[in-house]
Each structure stands twice: as C-alpha cells, then as structure tokens.
C-alpha cells in the first residue's frame, strides 16, 4: 500500500523560509519520479519542483534559484526547501510520486501523470 505523507507547511511571512517533507512509505521513493505540487484557491494545480529516479531535477521557473527538491533514501522522504518566499507561493503543496519514466519538464505540466498522492500541506505567506 502506497502512502504519501505531507507535513512541514504553516504561515510565514513575506522572505520567510519554510522546509516541506514528504514521508514515503509502501514502496522505495528512490524508484519513483517524486514531484511537489501546489494549488492556490481559485488556480489550477501547477508542478513546482521535481526530482526523477536518476537523480535530475526541475523547477517550475517562478520559484528557481528560491526552492530546492531534494531525496533522503534512508529516511525514504523527499523535501521542498523553500526561501525567499513571496505571497504567491501561499497555496495547497502536494507531493506525488509516479512509476512514469519522463522528463522533468514533463512531470511538472502533467499531473496526471502522477497516480499516487498525499493530502497536501497548507503554506501561508503574508
């Protein structure tokens, strides 16, 4: 049974900082294309950062050189470290995780791609 677990979101301030995690249980997230989501009130869901099996990862370009996607295959978690951040990062984040072979670009611009889900974590940034 595959499971993906949230946590780490909250409300910050404008240049804050905030560091997502994202537990994987029921199978090696090493062997998935794991993938952060985020969904703001009244937007559609947009890829923000990605890391695939082979280690390359890919950034949705408002939030390059500010967020950073990264694996821990001994704790099977994979984190979105996020700084800088503005009011429009405010928003659902999801983490997702696919069997799919594809490239970074295409894992953020399709979510269906990605059949297993978490339950989100809320960020706030006023």
């Known amino acids: 049974h595959v499971q993906l677990v949230e946590s780490g979101g909250g409300s910050v301030q404008a240049g804050g900082s905030l560091t997502l995690s994202c537990a994987v249980s029921?199978?090696?997230?090493?062997?998935?294309?794991m993938d952060w989501f985020r969904q703001a009130p009244g937007k559609e869901r947009e890829g923000v950062a990605v890391?695939?099996?082979?280690?390359?990862?890919g950034y949705t370009d408002s939030v390059k050189d500010r967020f950073t996607i990264s694996r821990d295959g001994t704790k099977n978690t994979v984190y979105l470290q996020m700084n800088a951040l503005k009011p429009e990062d405010a928003a659902m984040y999801y983490c997702?995780?696919?069997?799919?072979?594809?490239?970074?670009?295409?894992?953020?611009?399709?979510?269906?791609?990605?059949?297993?889900w978490g339950q989100g974590t809320q960020v706030t940034v006023s």
């Open positions: 890391t695939d099996r082979d280690g390359q990862t």
């Open positions: 997702a995780a696919s069997r799919v072979i594809m490239t970074p670009a295409q894992a953020l611009s399709t979510s269906s791609l990605f059949r297993f």
């Open positions: 029921g199978y090696t997230s090493s062997d998935f294309c």
